[in-house]
């Protein structure tokens, strides 16, 4: 990103009330919260740089203990709430944020959870390192793969020869059964892509968009068909994209960057029951973006996210590839007072286009446009697929919001943040448009979208 200087000023060492009720598992939480966010319903409330803690007065004699470390962020509450973060965490960092919520020393029941934390996390680490691959497993698996890549090089080539006019009514299982033979030869990640394959008949220019997913694939079996002769770091790429995933311990034990990491925000997808939070950040020293990916099973949800717009001192180690973006947090340093910095969307095409010469099956780009402005193209009504953001060179990008969100929220929160104005938007980029995480405006702040 450019190096200009950001255009809105300094945050609080404390988050925001949006960054703390973006952490809200459901809406009836954040109603929940503002009522035990009272200073009246707590006792023995303090704060370090590290964590947030408290005691609040419950129904009857009920006193639950509530604490918070801010690195991940990681809750515990003594309630009986299934809910994570609970209406106590949430009220709690309420009144952290609004500065109610004075230094001390940590009691010794929050100073005992944060020890057992950090055993419990050397303790998965020394697991994890000690465990070793069998290489005759790895070349079972190698196997396995090349017969699934080959198989699927010939469907693909069947595809293109019969043409596209028959996939328009053809039934989900034609795609479902090429994946589910691509699973078995253990290739997830082709299994996905081939699965997202028949939502792309729908709309005008369907078939262009087929071809193009087909000649990805195409490129991709062609790469791993000849991945002896590729660079490392596209081999990697090219590996990942297969299925093939480097172990946390390899990613831990290589180059780490640290740096002061912006948090832009957070998406989540559902995938084969599987729900995937993807959480952006960037670097305000260097830069570089990073994406951090957290998982969860059917019914569950994911990782709590790091709190949007918060910033943290941290090492980050990425998994190999030609565009690293996928990261780990290797090693906290505490949370420190900073801001994004932004380019015009000259800067971020530029970027992506970078990016994607470097891995051509790249999906989604870290944004963060400075001094943009809401429009629309004249003569079109307000609506949510019609909204862009313009910068000062006339450059102009659509937004796109799903369908689940237009619900809550749409264009509105946005329009009413900007009012006409100038101001910053962070957000996930495709090809397909803008999808706002984000905003922040000199008068307003930080704003979760």
Same mark, same amino acid.
């Given at each position: #990103?450019?190096?200009?200087?950001?255009?809105?000023?300094?945050?609080?060492?404390?988050?925001?009330?949006?960054?703390?009720?973006?952490?809200?598992?459901?809406?009836? !939480?954040?109603?929940?919260?503002?009522?035990?966010?009272?200073?009246?319903?707590? %006792?023995?409330?303090?704060?370090?740089?590290?964590? @947030?803690?408290?005691?609040?007065?419950?129904?009857?004699?009920?006193?639950?203990?509530?604490?918070?470390?801010?690195?991940?962020?990681?809750?515990?509450?003594?309630?009986?709430?299934?809910?994570?973060?609970?209406?106590?965490?949430?009220?709690?960092?309420?009144?952290?944020?609004?500065?109610?919520?004075?230094?001390?020393?940590?009691?010794?029941?929050?100073?005992?959870?944060?020890?057992? =934390?950090?055993?419990?996390?050397?303790?998965?680490?020394?697991?994890?390192?000690?465990?070793?691959?069998?290489?005759?497993?790895?070349?079972?698996?190698?196997?396995?793969?090349?017969?699934?890549?080959?198989?699927?090089?010939?469907?693909?080539?069947?595809?293109?020869?019969?043409?596209?006019?028959?996939?328009? %009514?053809?039934?989900?299982? &034609?795609?479902?059964?090429?994946?589910?033979?691509?699973?078995?030869?253990?290739?997830?990640?082709?299994?996905?892509?081939?699965?997202?394959?028949?939502?792309?008949?729908?709309?005008?220019?369907?078939?262009?968009? #087929?071809?193009?997913?087909?000649?990805?694939?195409?490129?991709?079996?062609?790469?791993? /068909?000849?991945?002896?002769?590729?660079?490392?770091?596209?081999?990697?790429? @090219?590996?990942?994209?297969?299925?093939?995933?480097?172990?946390?311990?390899? &990613?831990?034990?290589?180059?780490?960057?640290?740096?002061?990491?912006?948090?832009?925000? !957070?998406?989540?997808?559902?995938?084969? /029951?599987?729900?995937? =939070?993807?959480?952006?950040?960037?670097? &305000?020293?260097?830069? +570089?973006?990073?994406?951090?990916?957290?998982?969860?099973?059917?019914?569950?949800?994911?990782?709590?996210?790091?709190?949007?717009?918060?910033?943290?001192?941290?090492?980050?180690?990425?998994?190999?590839?030609?565009?690293?973006?996928?990261?780990?947090?290797?090693?906290? %340093?505490?949370?420190?007072?900073?801001?994004?910095?932004?380019?015009?969307?000259?800067?971020?095409?530029?970027?992506?286009?970078?990016?994607?010469?470097?891995?051509?099956?790249?999906?989604?780009?870290?944004?963060?446009?400075?001094?943009? +402005?809401?429009?629309?193209?004249?003569?079109?009504?307000?609506?949510?697929?019609?909204? %862009?953001?313009?910068?000062?060179?006339?450059?102009?990008?659509?937004?796109?919001?799903?369908?689940?969100?237009?619900?809550?929220?749409?264009?509105?929160?946005?329009?009413?943040?900007?009012?006409?104005? +100038?101001?910053?938007?962070?957000?996930?980029?495709?090809?397909?448009?803008?999808?706002?995480?984000?905003?922040?405006?000199?008068?307003?702040?930080?704003? &979760?979208?």
């Amino acid at each position: #990103m450019s190096e200009a200087p950001a255009s809105f000023g300094a945050v609080s060492d404390r988050w925001g009330r949006e960054q703390v009720l973006a952490l809200a598992p459901d809406a009836a !939480s954040v109603k929940a919260a503002g009522g035990v966010a009272k200073p009246a319903k707590w %006792h023995g409330a303090g704060c370090d740089p590290h964590s @947030v803690w408290g005691e609040c007065k419950g129904s009857g004699k009920s006193l639950y203990r509530a604490c918070v470390e801010l690195a991940e962020p990681a809750f515990r509450c003594s309630c009986p709430s299934r809910k994570i973060p609970c209406k106590h965490v949430l009220g709690l960092l309420l009144l952290w944020s609004e500065g109610a919520v004075d230094a001390a020393e940590p009691p010794e029941w929050v100073a005992e959870w944060l020890r057992q =934390r950090r055993e419990r996390a050397a303790k998965r680490k020394a697991a994890s390192a000690a465990k070793t691959p069998d290489p005759k497993t790895a070349e079972r698996r190698e196997r396995r793969v090349e017969d699934g890549v080959a198989e699927l090089d010939q469907w693909l080539r069947d595809q293109i020869d019969q043409g596209l006019a028959q996939a328009e %009514h053809a039934s989900y299982r &034609v795609w479902d059964e090429v994946a589910r033979r691509l699973v078995d030869a253990q290739a997830p990640g082709l299994a996905a892509q081939v699965r997202s394959l028949p939502a792309l008949r729908h709309g005008a220019g369907w078939p262009e968009r #087929m071809l193009e997913e087909y000649a990805l694939l195409a490129l991709l079996v062609r790469a791993y /068909q000849r991945r002896a002769e590729l660079p490392g770091p596209l081999r990697a790429t @090219v590996r990942s994209r297969v299925g093939f995933t480097a172990r946390q311990e390899e &990613v831990l034990g290589g180059k780490r960057v640290r740096d002061h990491w912006y948090v832009l925000g !957070s998406r989540e997808s559902v995938q084969e /029951q599987l729900t995937t =939070r993807r959480t952006w950040l960037r670097g &305000v020293r260097t830069g +570089r973006p990073a994406l951090v990916l957290s998982f969860a099973a059917p019914g569950r949800p994911p990782e709590v996210p790091l709190a949007t717009g918060a910033v943290f001192d941290a090492e980050l180690a990425f998994y190999p590839g030609a565009q690293p973006l996928r990261a780990l947090v290797a090693e906290e %340093h505490g949370p420190v007072s900073a801001v994004p910095r932004g380019t015009a969307i000259g800067g971020l095409l530029a970027e992506y286009a970078q990016a994607l010469a470097r891995d051509p099956w790249l999906e989604r780009w870290p944004a963060v446009l400075e001094g943009v +402005r809401l429009a629309l193209p004249q003569g079109t009504p307000l609506r949510p697929d019609a909204l %862009h953001v313009v910068d000062d060179h006339g450059d102009a990008l659509p937004l796109r919001f799903s369908a689940g969100e237009e619900s809550r929220h749409g264009p509105w929160r946005l329009l009413a943040l900007s009012g006409g104005g +100038r101001f910053t938007l962070a957000g996930e980029w495709s090809p397909h448009g803008l999808h706002p995480l984000s905003a922040w405006h000199e008068q307003e702040g930080l704003v &979760v979208l």
